[in-house]
């Protein structure tokens, strides 16, 4: 297993993960586009992948205009070995390293997501419009990590 940066050329195995999660899972397609994939890959953010056996298996992506995570998901046959971990520990360790503005990110509530956020130091800020917990990161809960 290894983990790298993602480029624009992981973009359809990345989609083919993002499409096989349970939870959280994207009931419209056309909501994420070749272009929304390719924008936080090169100019709006940065991305992370696992591989395994030449599959990707994982990837997270956080955008940095924004300052949220954009993705992070790991194909179900792949989850409970520790990637997902690994995946989100790169972004925020890359993230920190070059930005001090508070990170967000959206989840669905009652999910493992919600869990995995709550021990690995996030601060749940209340229920988002769209029924999605919001999480937030700062630069100092995240040292003290």
Do not use: C
């Amino acid at each position: 297993m290894s983990l790298r940066e993602a480029t624009i050329d992981d973009i359809p195995a990345l989609h083919t993960v993002r499409m096989a999660v349970r939870e959280n899972a994207l009931r419209n397609p056309g909501l994420v586009t070749t272009d929304d994939y390719i924008r936080y890959l090169t100019t709006d953010g940065k991305g992370w992948l696992f591989e395994e056996n030449g599959e990707i298996i994982g990837f997270a992506v956080v955008n940095t205009r924004a300052h949220e995570v954009w993705a992070l998901f790991v194909l179900p046959d792949a989850e409970g070995r520790g990637i997902g971990r690994r995946l989100h520990d790169a972004m925020l360790e890359w993230y920190f390293d070059f930005f001090e503005d508070t990170l967000r990110l959206g989840t669905a509530p009652g999910t493992r997501a919600e869990k995995f956020y709550l021990r690995k130091g996030w601060k749940n800020q209340g229920i988002r419009m769209n029924g999605e917990i919001k999480f937030t990161m700062s630069v100092t809960d995240y040292e003290k990590l």
